[in-house]
Each structure stands twice: as C-alpha cells, then as structure tokens.
C-alpha cells in the first residue's frame, strides 16, 4: 500500500512538473485586403478570383478547392465608388496532343507561357445601377508541334458579369 502511495505521488508531482506557465506566444497571422471576384458567369471562367491589395498577388479558383497563384505584374488599382483595377499575370499552360504520323498514335505535350491581362470593374448601367464585370485576355503564342502543323498565335477575350467586393482574409 505505501508503494501504492509513493508511485501516485510520484505520478502527480511529475503531471505538476510537466506543465508550463509560460503564455503562448502570439500568432503572427494577420488579416490583408483583397478584392474578390465571386459568381463569375461564362464557360470555363474562374470560379473566384482573390486579388491581394498590398502585394503582387493573384489567386485564381478553378472550383472550390483548386486554387493557382500568379504574380501580378503592371497592378494599377484606380478604384474609387466603382472598381477599375488592371493587372497582367503570366501562366505556364501544358498542352497534351495526340496525332497520328504513318500510322503510329503519338503523343506530345507542349508547355506555354501565356500572357493574360485582367481587367476588373465596375459601371453604371441605364437605370443607374451598378454592374460588376471581369475581362481576361490571352495571348497565345505561335509555336510548332512535332508533326509540323504551325499553331498560329492566338488572342482569347473572356468577358463576364461577375460580383466584387472588398474585403480582409487571413494571410
């Protein structure tokens, strides 16, 4: 029984010990504006944008989940009542193709760098309402695939209705 004891004493004063006073220290995340580009209409338009304020940032959401950041490059925030902000990014795009040279099935994958260009704003439509929108232009260069067909240079204009706003989210 005084074993009993002496080992639950033990115990205790080891538990007792092992437990800090010292205060945790603070975290260092902080909250940073954005401008978030939500309810993007169009065929294969970005489900959400996330456009940093303070850095060279984008984020683009294909879905809920999948997100791609980009450097912003020529950011120009001329944003007052309404929105207007422009910013390029580039983006490296893998292609994969499939053809087929004297019978034999072949397989290619190309890697481009794409310009895009963006464009966010707003305006005023006839009954003096406020309209939110998003343009994304590409800029597809020419290149050459292994089977010798020339893929011309290409421009690829994505206009759509879209919902914006302001706002602050965890860094």
Same mark, same amino acid.
């Given at each position: 029984?005084?074993?009993?004891?002496?080992?639950? #004493?033990?115990?205790?004063?080891? @538990?007792?010990?092992?437990?800090?006073?010292?205060?945790?220290?603070?975290? /260092?995340?902080?909250?940073? =504006? *954005?401008?978030?580009?939500?309810?993007?209409?169009?065929?294969?338009?970005?489900?959400?944008?996330? @456009?940093?304020?303070?850095?060279? #940032?984008?984020?683009?959401?294909?879905?809920? @989940?999948?997100?791609?950041?980009?450097?912003?490059?020529?950011?120009?925030?001329?944003?007052?009542?309404?929105?207007?902000?422009?910013?390029?990014?580039?983006?490296?795009?893998?292609?994969?193709?499939?053809?087929?040279?004297?019978?034999?099935?072949?397989?290619?994958?190309? !890697?481009?760098? *794409?310009?895009?260009?963006?464009?966010?704003?707003?305006?005023?439509?006839?009954?003096? /309402? *406020?309209?939110?929108? @998003?343009?994304?232009?590409?800029?597809?260069?020419?290149?050459? !695939?292994?089977?010798?067909? *020339?893929? =011309?240079?290409?421009?690829?204009?994505?206009?759509?209705?879209?919902?914006?706003?302001?706002?602050?989210?965890?860094?």
């Amino acid at each position: 029984m005084k074993k009993i004891l002496i080992l639950s #004493l033990a115990i205790v004063a080891l @538990v007792l010990a092992s437990c800090e006073s010292d205060i945790w220290p603070e975290s /260092e995340i902080t909250k940073v =504006p *954005v401008y978030k580009v939500v309810d993007i209409d169009g065929d294969n338009a970005p489900y959400e944008l996330q @456009v940093y304020k303070t850095k060279p #940032l984008l984020i683009q959401y294909q879905n809920e @989940v999948t997100a791609a950041p980009f450097e912003m490059l020529n950011y120009l925030d001329q944003s007052n009542d309404l929105y207007s902000i422009q910013f390029s990014v580039k983006d490296s795009v893998s292609h994969i193709y499939v053809y087929e040279i004297e019978g034999v099935s072949l397989e290619e994958t190309i !890697r481009l760098e *794409v310009d895009k260009d963006y464009s966010i704003y707003s305006v005023f439509n006839a009954d003096n /309402e *406020v309209l939110d929108s @998003v343009s994304i232009t590409e800029y597809w260069p020419s290149y050459t !695939r292994v089977d010798s067909i *020339v893929v =011309p240079a290409e421009e690829i204009e994505f206009k759509a209705a879209a919902v914006i706003s302001s706002e602050e989210i965890y860094n």
